[in-house]
């Protein structure tokens, strides 16, 4: 008989997890959880830099061929001065005025 109550308990046993087992397994997969959060956010931290990096380089350029376009068709513009014809170039630090053809 003593046989037969360990064969119920055998049984009984491997029916569920211990509540060791469980919270185990709750811990190793929040850290992997984690883990994986981290990642993302790192990746979508690096993608977005990247993409602003990318925008700043695209308006450089698109900048660069402006002004290359404009100074190649530079036209003179006539002063009422006593200077008289020449190219008319006024700037600043924050602005740049010139006579082109270029439109």
Known sequence: MS???RGERGAAASRGFTLVEVILALTVMSLVIMVLY???AMATRVWSRQRDQ???MAREQRLNTLLRDD???LSPYTFNSDKGRGFFFAGGPAAVFYVTTNG
């Open 3 to 5: 046989t037969t109550v």
């Open 38 to 40: 981290q990642a993302f």
């Open 71 to 73: 100074f190649a068709h």
């Open 54 to 56: 990318g925008d700043q």
